[in-house]
Each structure stands twice: as C-alpha cells, then as structure tokens.
C-alpha cells in the first residue's frame, strides 16, 4: 500500500490541484499531529476517481484514490465516482469546516450552512445519491481537526 499524495505530470501548475494536494498531505501525512492516524485509515478505505470542479474558474482537477496512495491530475481523467461542482471560494471552504469533538464528524453550525449550498445548487456533488460514504469521506479528509475538549491528549477516541 502507497501512503503518498502527488501530482501527476502538469497538475501543479492548475490552481485547484495545488489547494486539493496541499491541503490532503498536510492534514494527512504531517508529522506531529494526532488526529493522522483516522485520517490515514479513511484514506486507505478510498478506492475510486473524484472530480472537482470549479466552474467560475474553469479549472478541473482529478483525484486517483487507490488504497492509501492519491494522485492529483490536472482536469478530468476518465470518469469520476463522485464530481464536486461549485464555484471555487465554495470548494476551499471545505478545508475550513471544522469536524465535531463527537467522533469527528460533520455535524458543527457551519456545515449547516454548506448542506445548504447544496439544497440551493450553489454546490452540486454528483454520484452523491449512489455514493454518499465517498463524498462523506473525502469531506471528512479535507476538514480541519476538531477541537478535542475534554479529551486528554493521547486519549482514546
């Protein structure tokens, strides 16, 4: 199993792929942090294709997800288990959703707000309906750490 996220030849010049690579391997693989062990798990349990799409800036990237190891592409290769469609501000805020103390799952106020973008088609997640536990994870992975109050450190989760 491959534990490394890179780019794909030209993708680091595409805008979205360098925000996906950047903010996948920091909260995933950085040395030091806790909460890494989760998050490497839930990558290793993602075998498909995601697309992102960020249609103010026309800019399309690609990720490979294969047991552990991602590979960002630079627009769309083949086709996508699930796509997310929004505009580019709306896609970033993803890495800005924090995750609830309570087994790390989105469920805080501002996710209120993002489910809702979804209900007014300013966020669009196709394949959602047929594969809801990938969209789940991938938002998981992309979501800052949750504030652990009341956890000692090193706790059990």
Do not use: Y
Request: proline content about 4%.
């Amino acid at each position: 199993m491959g534990r490394n996220i890179v780019f794909a030849a030209g993708a680091a010049e595409n805008e979205l792929a360098r925000w996906l690579h950047d903010s996948l391997r920091e909260r995933t693989f950085a040395r030091g942090k806790e909460e890494n062990t989760w998050r490497q798990r839930e990558l290793q349990a993602i075998r498909a294709t995601v697309g992102f799409v960020a249609k103010d800036r026309r800019l399309t990237v690609t990720l490979r997800c294969d047991r552990g190891s991602v590979i960002v592409h630079d627009g769309a290769i083949g086709t996508p288990d699930i796509t997310f469609f929004a505009g580019f501000d709306t896609l970033t805020e993803l890495t800005t959703l924090p995750l609830s103390p309570v087994l790390q799952l989105p469920f805080t106020m501002a996710w209120g707000v993002f489910v809702a973008k979804l209900a007014t088609s300013e966020l669009t997640i196709f394949g959602l309906v047929s594969h809801p536990r990938l969209a789940f994870r991938i938002a998981r992975l992309l979501a800052p750490a949750a504030a652990r109050a009341g956890t000692p450190r090193g706790g059990s989760h």
